[in-house]
């Protein structure tokens, strides 16, 4: 694994982090909490009497089909701040930072545009739909208010299923194609490069200069002609 990649996926685990403590700090009093934290804690619970083999498998699966929906059920709340939060975060803080998170930040790198074009909102807002879940979660507070439970839990698995698939697709293509894109960045036409100094261009840590340093570069060679002279 390249370090620039190791870059990237910190600096989502460090936005994903932060955005998530936000949205349980803003909810931590909700009455739908209450629910919430009892469903959890009888499944926690249900997990280790099924690890502890005190209950049958078909039992386990019963009696965690009904707390798996009281558990999406009462997380419709969280989940709907966690939304607004994300795209604030990741779509208008990110633009008006140039491309940058905190996470970003911390780790030196940044959004640009693939195609040399300066980025608008939406392409910040296609790459959050996708890489962070927004979309996710807006289907999934629409099915689990639309559907009944039968219907939801079947929807909700194959929509985990398949969102599973599409991270590790993802991942596995920030951290082995030669120009570090995602599916995210390539539907919205990004990449992320470093902030500063220089862009890993994939070829085994050999560095590019991106377009600021080409131009510094040339004027002081530029400069030093003069004095030449």
Do not use: C, W
């Amino acid at each position: 694994m390249r370090p620039f990649s190791y870059k990237r996926i910190i600096a989502y685990f460090i936005d994903i982090i932060l955005v998530t403590s936000v949205a349980t700090a803003l909810t931590y009093f909700l009455p739908e909490n209450k629910e919430y934290n009892k469903s959890m804690n009888e499944y926690t619970a249900l997990v280790s009497d099924f690890a502890n083999e005190s209950i049958e498998q078909e039992e386990f699966f019963n009696r965690t089909t009904d707390l798996i929906y009281s558990i999406n059920r009462n997380s419709v709340t969280v989940t709907i701040v966690t939304t607004v939060l994300t795209i604030f975060y990741f779509v208008v803080f990110a633009y008006f930072m140039n491309g940058q998170t905190l996470g970003k930040k911390l780790m030196n790198i940044k959004i640009v545009s693939n195609n040399k074009k300066k980025l608008t909102m939406n392409n910040y807002l296609i790459r959050g739909l996708i890489i962070n879940s927004i979309l996710m979660n807006i289907i999934s507070v629409i099915i689990v208010l639309g559907l009944d439970k039968t219907s939801y839990l079947k929807v909700n698995d194959m929509l985990t299923y398949l969102y599973g698939i599409f991270m590790v697709l993802t991942f596995g293509m920030i951290l082995f194609r030669e120009d570090r894109r995602g599916l995210h960045d390539i539907l919205a036409r990004t990449k992320v490069i470093n902030a500063t100094g220089a862009v890993e261009n994939g070829l085994d840590g050999e560095l590019v200069l991106n377009e600021d340093s080409k131009i510094k570069d040339a004027s002081i060679i530029g400069e030093e002609k003069l004095k030449k002279m």
